[in-house]
């Protein structure tokens, strides 16, 4: 992968864990594949509890028209979304690079999905593992405030907008956390919830 390629397709799997919502994935998703894998046409389908499948095919879309890229993202067997990348035959059929990147963001997409659509972190979770963390080394209020929210998978910049603090601020808060607990990362963090 060239190293501008490598830097935009770290730039969009960062964007697509910020947003704070399914819709604002899709449409993080979708602008940001655009620059890396060229397409004429593309869908995000996302299953909520209760949806048919997600093996509909649109219509319209003629395979004699266009080639079709497409990636079903599930946790444990349980599908959650699935992308369709379409293009213009004229224009080419999607090469076996564009077919790995798109398959490489398969594991940050059911992170992300699953995140959104099915995770349920019970209070009763999260109290126990602040109180963990909080019998070990002293946490400010605004440190809990960050843990709770970030123990109940909410992004950095939906975390920023309810605390009303920038982005800089929160990086302080999670790298005090981080030098209290003596960890490196938000995953070690995160590990209190099942620790």
């Known amino acids: 992968m060239e ?10 799997i960062c964007g697509l864990y910020e947003q704070c919502d399914v819709e604002s994935v899709k449409q ?12 004429q046409y593309a869908d995000v389908q996302v299953l909520y509890a209760g949806d048919p499948d997600l093996n509909d095919r649109e219509p319209y879309l003629s395979e004699l ?10 946790h444990k067997d349980q599908p959650l979304a699935q992308v369709r ?30 995140r959104h659509l099915c995770r349920d972190t019970s209070q009763e979770i999260v109290d126990h593992a ?19 929210m970030m123990f109940r ?9 309810a605390l009303h603090i920038t982005e800089h601020t929160l990086q302080k808060h999670l790298q005090n956390l981080y030098r209290k607990l003596h960890i490196s990362s938000r995953w070690e963090l995160v590990g209190y919830l099942t620790a």
């Open 28 to 39: 993080e998703l979708l602008g940001s594949l655009q620059k890396l894998i060229p397409y």
């Open 3 to 12: 190293i501008a390629m490598f830097r935009t397709y770290n730039t969009m």
């Open 153 to 161: 998978g909410d992004a950095n910049s939906c975390i920023c907008d």
């Open 85 to 114: 990348l379409y293009r213009l035959r004229k224009k080419g059929k999607f090469t076996d690079a564009e077919r790995f990147l798109l398959r490489s963001m398969e594991p940050h997409l059911e992170q992300i999905f699953y």
């Open 65 to 74: 028209l266009f080639d079709e890229l497409e990636l079903k993202i599930c």
């Open 130 to 148: 602040i109180t963990r963390i909080n019998s070990q080394v002293h946490l400010t209020p605004r440190e809990r405030e960050v843990l709770e």
